[in-house]
């Protein structure tokens, strides 16, 4: 198993300039996520997807995309980059999200993105 | 909602010391809690969780919690810390559909 795998690791972006992250799993995973990580704030969730074609917002959706036509994959769409989108983002996914069980989550290794 | 407070953002430890790194949570049911650990420039792993079966929890790496209804606290220990538990480490409160993380403590180890 590949686990959760993000590309780029890294990236640039120019102010308006749109890019796609990307995610995907191969643990025939439920549930999938994105996060985005701000020094001295955590972890925030951004969207996300409890089965393919089913998305949804989570505490910072604004400026992103997502879609999740497959199991596997669930890309995440910058539409016009800012500089307030400088961060390092994370995908996880996790077996299912139903019911008071806790499943873990697995993380990706990050994309860090720089938006000048 | 639920949420957690880290009530430290930084601890210093000398190695073969005892760690201890602070959390409390708001819930208004039983929550389920976890540690996870981000080794620098890396993803993050999941230390140990807490689901209600048992108040002390051990996870990996000699890491232990203890969930404290009373004081709604979730403390994570290690009798002695080891030069690889430099890491940032957050404490996790799931709320409905999601995770919600506290803003982590840097954990830094002196040789």
């Known amino acids: 198993n590949a686990g959760v795998t993000q590309t780029p690791k890294f990236q640039v972006l120019k102010t308006g300039q749109s890019m796609t992250l990307q995610c995907a799993q191969d643990?025939?995973?439920?549930?999938m996520s994105w996060y985005r990580q701000d020094p001295g704030m955590g972890l925030r969730l951004i969207h996300y997807?409890?089965?393919?074609?089913?998305?949804d917002q989570g505490e910072v959706p604004n400026g992103y995309n997502v879609s999740r036509s497959t199991t596997e994959d669930f890309p995440l769409r910058l539409l016009s980059a800012a500089p307030s989108q400088t961060s390092v983002y994370f995908c996880?996914?996790?077996?299912?999200?139903?019911?008071?069980?806790?499943?873990?989550?697995?993380f990706g290794p990050g994309t860090r993105l720089t938006v000048t | 909602a639920q949420s957690v407070t880290q009530l430290d953002s930084h601890v210093s430890v000398s190695e073969g010391t005892p760690v201890l790194l602070r959390c409390n949570y708001s819930?208004?049911?039983?929550?389920?809690l976890f540690w996870y650990v981000q080794h620098p420039n890396k993803g993050l792993q999941l230390l140990l969780k807490?689901?209600?079966?048992?108040?002390l929890v051990k996870g990996i790496n000699g890491f232990e919690a203890e969930f404290k209804k009373s004081e709604t606290s979730f403390h994570l220990t290690k009798p002695s810390a080891h030069m690889s538990d430099a890491a940032e480490y957050f404490c996790?409160?799931?709320?409905?559909?999601?995770?919600?993380f506290g803003a982590g403590t840097t954990v830094t180890v002196r040789a």
């Open positions: 643990m025939n995973h439920e549930y």
């Open positions: 807490y689901t209600s079966a048992a108040t």
């Open positions: 996880a996914s996790s077996y299912s999200w139903r019911g008071a069980r806790a499943y873990e989550q697995y």
């Open positions: 819930s208004s049911y039983s929550p389920s």
């Open positions: 996790v409160v799931r709320d409905d559909y999601k995770l919600s």
């Open positions: 997807s409890v089965g393919a074609g089913i998305t």
